[in-house]
Nanobody, 122 residues
Framework: QVQLVESGGGLVQAGGSLTLSCVAS????????MNWFREAPGKEREFVAA????????YYADSVKGRFTISRDIAKAMVTLQMNSLKPEDTAVYSC???????????????WGQGTQVTVSS
């Protein structure tokens, strides 16, 4: 019903910035939350940030608060994650996900993108 496609991953030096984008296509509901999660090798999937589509309320993990900003473009059905002051520990595969009834919990997401690699060098 919904397809999510991420873009913007890459290699960046510590202290640098990257912008990730996730575009939704297909049947989309305005009540969905849009989320970013990340997963590093050997670690569990970790919540990064979320935005409630209808009202724009945002949520952030403590580890990224103040450095990352999530936003939405309603006309483009796009959610963006602006990542600043990147650290090596931010290295992970970043995935966007849509949830129809919740945010922040990966097990409760309804749709997932394929993921994009972010690598931050020391």
């Amino acid at each position: 019903q919904v397809q999510l496609v991420e873009s913007g991953g890459g290699l960046v030096q510590a202290g640098g910035s990257l912008t990730l984008s996730c575009v939704a296509s297909g049947r989309t509901f305005s009540t969905y939350s849009m989320n970013w999660f990340r997963e590093a090798p050997g670690k569990e999937r970790e919540f990064v940030a979320a935005i409630v589509w209808s009202g724009g309320t945002t949520y952030y993990a403590d580890s990224v608060k103040g450095r990352f900003t999530i936003s939405r473009d309603i006309a483009k059905a796009m959610v963006t994650l602006q990542m600043n002051s990147l650290k090596p520990e931010d290295t992970a595969v970043y995935s966007c996900a849509a949830g129809g009834s919740s945010w922040g919990r990966p097990g409760e997401m309804d749709y997932w993108g394929q993921g994009t690699q972010v690598t931050v060098s020391s």
